[in-house]
């Protein structure tokens, strides 16, 4: 990962800025807009933003699945001329040359929540998604009592944070959990719940004898849930990713084991204030990871597994 840091350039750019508005403008670009998550990820910004005293344009593709639109949305804001960019890469292959057009515009780059392969960005803020699926295998093992049949269904092809999701999960099973059969670990669900729910009940049929499920994100999550309800099996072992109110309600009903929670608010908090910093001619964290937690019937109600669950969204976003 190549890391360019040119304080002196950048903070002319922040002087430039200054004389050509009277605000510094960061676009916070996520994969998509509708899922709890990313309104996370926008509060978080929206925070550091009110408290640097700068604008915050937030816009993303309506589909985690629209590589095209995400893309002109960073060569639109490179039109635009803002001063920097925060990018949630919806492909960790895709995005690269709309980046790289950015940063040779002086504006620079922090990417958020999942990797970009190369690229000439300046920071990069997540969770560390391969230890995280490592994390979901330990616990779904354990669970399990270390013994069964387990599936997992992927999300989306060229997605970075949840293919390493997918991958740190396989290599801990493999390596530590020799009573756990993989009886399925290729199939992708794409981006809707619809699809997760369709693959879901596929893979349920095929594989009937299934004792555990390993999700990775906020979709696939809920989408098995939905599966696991409509072919009566709700009582099989699964294990998510992500947190909104229908998969604590899931959580609560028994029909989700557990989820690893990452902390989107504080990524979005700070890679704006990252952002801003670089603007300013400092110098930054090149990896800044951020926590995850496993959320179960046990400790949903912790007021510290809240404050991560539940951060006061409304607060930020209306103002």
């Not at 990417?111 to 391969?130: E, H, K, M, P, R």
């Not at 669970?143 to 092809?157: D, S």
Request: charged share 20%; aromatic share 6%; hydrophobic share 45%.
């Amino acid at each position: 990962m190549k890391m360019t840091i040119r304080p002196i350039i950048l903070a002319a750019t922040l002087l430039l800025a200054c004389s050509r508005s009277d605000q510094i403008e960061i676009a916070l670009i996520p994969k998509g807009t509708d899922l709890m998550y990313w309104k996370g990820l926008h509060a978080g910004g929206a925070k550091a933003a009110q408290e640097l005293g700068i604008k915050l344009i937030w816009q993303g593709p309506q589909k985690e699945s629209d590589r095209e639109q995400q893309i002109n949305i960073v060569q639109n804001f490179i039109s635009r001329g803002v001063d920097a960019i925060v990018l949630a890469p919806l492909d960790e292959v895709a995005l690269i040359r709309p980046v790289n057009a950015a940063v040779k515009r002086n504006i620079p780059v922090v990417i958020v929540d999942s990797g970009l392969q190369g690229g000439d960005f300046t920071s990069y803020i997540a969770t560390d998604n391969y230890a995280a699926g490592e994390l979901a295998a330990r616990r779904l093992t354990e669970l399990l009592g270390g013994a069964g049949e387990v599936f997992i269904v992927r999300f989306n092809e060229g997605s970075n944070s949840t293919g390493l999701r997918e991958e740190g999960f396989l290599a801990w099973i493999r390596e530590n959990a020799p009573g756990i059969d993989i009886v399925s670990s290729d199939q992708y669900s794409g981006a809707t719940m619809e699809l997760a729910l369709q693959t879901g009940q596929n893979l349920l049929n095929k594989f009937p004898n299934v004792r555990g499920i390993f999700c990775p994100n906020e979709t696939t999550t809920f989408g098995l849930m939905r599966a696991l309800q409509t072919v009566g099996k709700a009582k099989i072992t699964l294990v998510g990713f992500d947190y909104t109110d229908a998969v604590a309600n899931g959580i609560r009903a028994g029909e989700i084991a557990g989820v690893v929670v990452q902390d989107p608010f504080r990524m979005g908090y700070e890679s704006v204030k990252t952002a801003y910093a670089v603007l300013r001619g400092e110098a930054a964290e090149p990896i800044i990871k951020t926590d995850v937690i496993f959320v179960t019937a046990d400790n949903i109600d912790d007021p510290d597994i809240r404050a991560v669950t539940e951060p006061d969204i409304a607060r930020w976003l209306e103002k």
